[in-house]
């Protein structure tokens, strides 16, 4: 077998497509592969590498997410301990809400063995093209749903807004995804403080195959708690308005609106 270590990748959102060159010569030089993935992706996984090993079967309708999360965790460190080069395979970018994913590089340092993280495509990175937004444009804030609304964020409306996991309102125990209405209700009445409850959102799902098209719902704020969410929604609350530019800064630095030419700032300015 070739040195101990750990190498945690992300299979992307669509089976196979998404898988980049760097990640598929993992998969495929590793000793072990244990993939947290979709069932066709699984298979997609044994041809590139035969000694690939489901851990779907941590999720357990009696577990609560970190019950499964922490087993997880713990069948692929064992993998480890037994030495080689173990592949860990998550679906989307391992390092985007995929809590076992840096918990098992974090123990794994902790116990002085070699593990990295490697990109892969995210949910985010499918929003971002299947909506046509540039986070360079206004900006683009980004969170988790539930976390948004138990900390008070300060919400800036020039910027794009992006929401987690929906499906997750509520679930305070965390044994699975279906959103609470009263919870929904309550996060849009804190939206509606920043925005008109006529502002129109985007419930976003990237699509899985190639043949699927994403789903891109557009809702107003005041009617965010008649929508169905299902366990990959998002929700993309555009901008309000353009940013206005500082004179305070300008000044500081003894500039002028019309020393800032570039495009970008002007197209910033007449949205």
């Known amino acids: 077998m070739s040195d101990t270590r750990l190498s945690v990748v992300g299979t992307g959102i ?30 997609y996984l044994n041809r590139i590498n035969p000694a690939t090993e489901s851990l779907q ?16 965790v713990q069948r692929i460190l064992a993998a480890v301990d037994q030495g080689g080069h173990v592949c860990a395979a998550f679906y989307g970018h391992p390092g985007v809400f995929v809590w076992p994913a840096h918990e098992v590089i974090r123990q794994a340092h902790a116990k002085g063995l070699a593990a ?12 971002f093209a299947d909506l046509g937004i540039d986070p360079a444009q206004c900006g683009c804030q980004s969170y988790e749903a539930m976390d948004f609304y138990l900390y008070p964020r ?15 309102l509520g679930d305070v125990r965390r044994v699975g995804f279906q959103a609470d209405p009263a919870w929904v209700s309550a996060l849009a ?7 008109p409850a006529d502002h129109v959102a985007t419930v976003y799902e990237a ?10 719902e557009p809702v107003a704020l005041a009617h965010l708690d008649k929508v169905q969410f299902s366990q990959v929604s ?38």
């Open 234 to 271: 998002t929700l993309y609350v555009p901008p309000l308005a353009a940013p206005v530019l500082s004179e305070h800064r300008l000044a500081r630095l003894g500039l002028s609106h019309s020393a800032l030419e570039p495009a970008a700032y002007r197209r910033r300015r007449e949205r």
């Open 189 to 195: 009445e804190v939206l509606m403080d920043s925005y």
């Open 116 to 127: 990295k993280m490697y990109p892969g495509i995210s949910a985010e990175d499918c929003l």
């Open 207 to 216: 699509a899985t195959f190639p043949l699927d098209e994403p789903r891109r």
């Open 154 to 168: 300060r919400i800036e409306p020039t910027a794009a807004l992006v929401l987690w996991q929906l499906a997750a």
């Open 14 to 43: 669509r089976p196979g497509g998404h898988l980049t060159t760097e990640t598929r010569h993992l998969l495929a030089r590793a000793d072990r592969v244990l993939a947290v993935v979709d069932g066709l992706t699984l298979e």
């Open 57 to 72: 079967d941590c999720y357990r309708q009696t577990s609560s997410r970190e019950a499964s999360y922490a087993e997880m």
